[in-house]
């Protein structure tokens, strides 16, 4: 298992505060976690057992397991996006949002804007990057509206104001019936100009509004397909992005919670070993004083000595094992795993 590594710790804890902005500031320092670590009575190693790892903050120089922290993820873009969607669906009846209003609801809430964006953000379909950016992914809302080609009163208008032929063989048509009639100059002889004209051209009139106005229609539908499709790409996206971070959470739990098991079995391990150690030690003198008091070839005199020699013996071998096990933490002190004693 791979050594506690408190400077890559301390540098990779500096960089997650400016990614995400922590305390609305972007220039974190080594010493000045360091010195937060300090103030709160905690080591490095002890910040990273009880934050750093739900963090997904590596403990190494390199590490095989993804940050949350989204390269994208831009913290003052994100608390403006977040302030515009509560004023646009006028949360708690306001539309006097503000980014201070933000950071003060993230802050009672105890979540960091990479938090609520984890959390809620992403399948709110709030970005963190420019707005200016989401718009280019999705485009406008398709509108449409009418135009004068796509009405008859416009192609009417058209056609009777383009003197083309049809147009002017309407005209003589109607000033020659008007002359049958003995209207050619009369007021009723412009008016049957006029109609023969407006008859002769509102058939065309009204088939060119239609043609327009369904090109205009599935110009239309292939916008609003165009845009439904982005739309939905960047909501599955928020989506995505929200559900790698519920994973990363859970996979970093789930690695803390392996440590802490291997951690306890560790330290029962070395434990049982002593104990072990200990007991056979016991057993060994205890037989050797046996022995010892059993033979009838030495004398009571020797016999008082050599047992003393073999409590001597068992007391240091104890001691040994005590040293030893004290000792163990200073030698494997970077892996975290055996408490000091």
């Known amino acids: 298992m791979a050594a506690f590594d408190t400077t890559a710790y301390l540098n990779n804890k500096t960089a997650q505060l400016n990614k995400t902005g922590e305390g609305g500031r972007n220039d974190w320092t ?5 010195k937060a670590f300090k103030d709160s009575g905690l080591s490095a190693q002890e ?3 009880r934050y750093g790892k739900d963090e997904g903050i590596s403990t190494s120089r390199s590490s095989p397991r993804p940050s949350t922290v989204s390269s994208r993820f831009d913290t003052s873009t994100y608390l403006q996006n977040k302030a515009q969607q509560l004023n646009r669906t006028q949360q708690d009846g306001r539309t006097d949002w503000g980014v201070g209003d933000v950071q003060q609801a993230f802050a009672d809430a ?13 399948a709110e379909g709030v970005m963190p990057y420019a707005e ?3 718009q280019g992914l999705l485009g406008s809302v ?3 509206s009418v135009t004068g080609n796509q009405t008859s009163q416009g192609q009417l208008q058209q056609m009777l104001a383009s003197n083309s032929p049809l147009m002017q063989q309407a ?3 109607g000033q020659q019936r008007a002359n049958q009639r003995g209207l050619l100059n009369s007021s009723m002889g412009s008016q049957a100009a006029q109609g023969a004209m407006i008859s002769a051209a509102a058939p065309f009139a009204q088939q060119d509004a239609q043609t327009y106005f369904q090109n205009s229609q599935a110009n239309a539908d292939r916008q609003q397909q165009d845009y439904m499709s982005r739309l939905g790409y960047q909501q599955q996206m928020g989506l995505n992005q929200q559900r790698f971070g519920f994973d990363q959470a859970l996979n970093e739990q789930q690695h803390g919670f392996s ?8 330290v029962a391990n070395a434990w049982g070993a002593m104990s072990g150690q200990v007991t056979d030690i016991v057993a060994q003198s205890m037989d050797a004083i046996n022995n010892v008091q059993m033979n009838p070839n030495i004398k009571p005199e020797d016999k008082s000595a050599m047992i003393e020699q073999i409590l001597e013996m ?14 163990l933490s200073s030698y494997l002190g970077d892996t975290g795993l055996f408490p000091s004693l």
């Open 142 to 144: 398709p509108q449409t």
């Open 259 to 266: 440590m802490d098991q291997l951690q306890g079995s560790s």
């Open 314 to 327: 068992r007391d240091s071998d104890i001691q040994f094992q005590g040293d030893l096990y004290d000792s």
């Open 171 to 173: 005209a003589t048509q």
């Open 47 to 49: 910040h990273y057992s």
């Open 110 to 122: 105890g979540l960091s804007a990479q938090e609520h964006y984890n959390r809620y953000g992403a």
């Open 30 to 34: 080594v010493a000045d976690v360091q």
């Open 132 to 134: 200016a950016q989401s």
